[in-house]
């Protein structure tokens, strides 16, 4: 191959996620082209979006606390080592790895993105997933926007606290890169301003009556 062949190639591997991240709207927690260029590993790290806050832990397939894994294409595991740092499974470990996010407060989930998901429309073979939460679950294979680079999944603005996203299939591996979320309850200070409106509404009525 030409070395302006080489180049062309390169440019093209470099330009590709950046448009991506370019016409992807940003998460309430993003971490697509957010985090370093090499693996960068850390028990639970919290991540801060405005009066959110949330707790990433990574676990195996047996229920072990490992590392969480951050690199500039989102978050994953990291059991040792030799571990590529994705979310895993494999025909002998199925389920796999997960991550259990906490939140500081209950939640609205609306929908999860991910990075290097594959869909698979014909073996059963390539990345699947399970997100579950007190109360429900659901399982993500196919049923996303078939973006490009990143997929996302909506969830339907279920709500809890602390959400678990497993791996399972046959042959998955794939990294977080987003989370959208709003806080499930207002906070006393909408609750004041509502109640300051209401009042204001009230005086307005009386005054026009009287």
Do not use: C
């Amino acid at each position: 191959m030409s070395l302006i062949k080489k180049n062309l190639l390169l440019a093209l591997a470099v330009v590709a996620p950046l448009s991506a991240h370019a016409t992807v709207p940003n998460s309430t927690f993003q971490f697509y082209f957010e985090g370093p260029f090499f693996d960068e590993v850390s028990t639970a790290p919290t991540f801060v979006s405005g009066d959110l806050g949330v707790t990433i832990r990574a676990y195996n397939g047996s229920g072990q606390q490992i590392d969480v894994d951050k690199r500039w294409d989102g978050i994953g595991a990291s059991g040792g080592f030799l571990e590529p740092g994705e979310l895993n499974s494999s025909l002998f470990a199925n389920p796999g790895e997960k991550l259990v996010l906490t939140f500081n407060k209950a939640v609205k989930l609306g929908s999860l993105r991910f990075s290097m998901w594959e869909n698979d429309y014909l073996f059963n073979t390539f990345d699947h997933a399970t997100v579950s939460w007190a109360g429900g679950s659901k399982q993500l294979s196919t049923n996303n926007d078939n973006g490009l680079l990143l997929k996302t999944f909506d969830l339907g603005n279920v709500v809890s606290n602390t959400f678990t996203i497993q791996a399972t299939g046959n042959l998955s591996a794939f990294r977080l890169a987003g989370i959208n979320a709003v806080a499930a309850v207002p906070e006393p200070a909408s609750y004041v301003l509502m109640g300051l409106g209401l009042v204001g509404l009230a005086l307005v009525k009386r005054r026009r009556q009287g």
